[in-house]
């Protein structure tokens, strides 16, 4: 039976928006421990690690690299502790589950399970998260946490970011619909495979991410999913703090975590961007969990 380590993260260090601090407990609160015994997998919680709340930091005090990056510092913090609970996890034979917080924590998830494997990455994310300190339009590091962990820009030289065994070309992003120009620029240059909400009305969610995995596991040992709830259509999950029109379906989201586990190559994964303080009866929490069990196995027969 896999076992699965549940770690929550509540920062809201990278993000616009407060209360996506609150993200990990509204998970749980949702149910996540028995829709995931529904996928017939055994779950150990790590519960959450230590952050501070942003109030009692300065959000521009020494960052760790140049440019505009807001709570750089305390970001750093959090993912490197992050990382190290997620190598440890996988070095335990168990499978990590990281509760967000916002999506600044994927950093800590890459590096961690890149630390000694070669991984592919899965993005679904209306987003590409590939901004750098000196491409951001908000400073905001929850846009730049791909690019931190690819070790793009500013993050070249920045050893708490870099995840090892992680190339552009490792990673697919699945359903951008937001994305500014200097991103649109780096998927270009740096060969990333890339689907659009048009690719994914044209070719239908199940072709796009078979295609997506397949990309990610070429030659990895593994494939490391990052799950932003505002992937989906706010009218499916209206608890993110940067929803954007035009997302998948909840019959979409569900048939592509289901293709995840059907894949049989999922090493990591984060649910991440789930805001309480936004959401309407923590249905927004409540799918996040239900998602999560549909990657790891759960099915209706």
Not at 79 to 96: D, K, M
Not at 175 to 185: C, F, I, K, Q, S
């Amino acid at each position: 039976m896999t076992t699965v380590r549940i770690i929550g993260a509540p920062t809201d260090y990278g993000a616009n928006r407060r209360g996506v601090d609150m993200g990990p407990s509204a998970i749980r609160y949702g149910g996540l421990a028995e829709e995931l015994a529904g996928a017939n997998v055994e779950t150990v919680d790590a519960g959450d690690l230590a952050v501070p709340r942003a109030e009692e930091r300065d959000p521009d005090a020494e960052p760790p690299t140049a440019g505009d990056a807001k709570f750089l510092r305390e970001t750093a913090d959090v993912c490197s502790r992050l990382g190290a609970e997620v190598a440890g996890t996988l070095a335990n034979g168990e499978v990590p589950l990281a509760l967000g917080g916002d999506h600044s924590i994927a950093i800590g998830s890459l590096v961690g399970t890149a630390r000694d494997a070669d991984v592919g990455v899965v993005w679904f994310d209306a987003h590409a998260d590939l901004n750098t300190p000196s491409t951001t339009p908000s400073g905001n590091v929850h846009g730049m946490s791909l690019a931190a962990a690819l070790g793009l820009g500013e993050f070249a030289d920045t050893e708490w970011a870099n995840a090892p065994g992680l190339s552009p070309e490792s990673v697919a992003l699945v359903g951008l619909r937001a994305v500014d120009e200097a991103e649109r620029e780096l998927i270009r240059e740096r060969g990333f495979t890339a689907y659009t909400m048009s690719d994914i009305d044209e070719q239908g969610i199940t072709d796009v991410t078979e295609a997506a995995i397949e990309t990610a596991n070429d030659g990895a040992d593994g494939v490391h999913v990052s799950l932003d709830l505002d992937w989906l259509d706010p009218n499916e999950a209206p608890g993110v703090g940067t929803p954007v029109r035009g997302g998948v379906t909840y019959r979409e989201a569900h048939t592509a975590m289901e293709i995840v586990h059907d894949a049989d190559a999922l090493r990591s994964m984060e649910l991440v961007e789930v805001n309480p303080t936004l959401d309407q009866h923590n249905e927004t929490a409540e799918l996040a969990t239900e998602l999560a069990a549909s990657a790891l196995g759960k099915r209706v027969l």
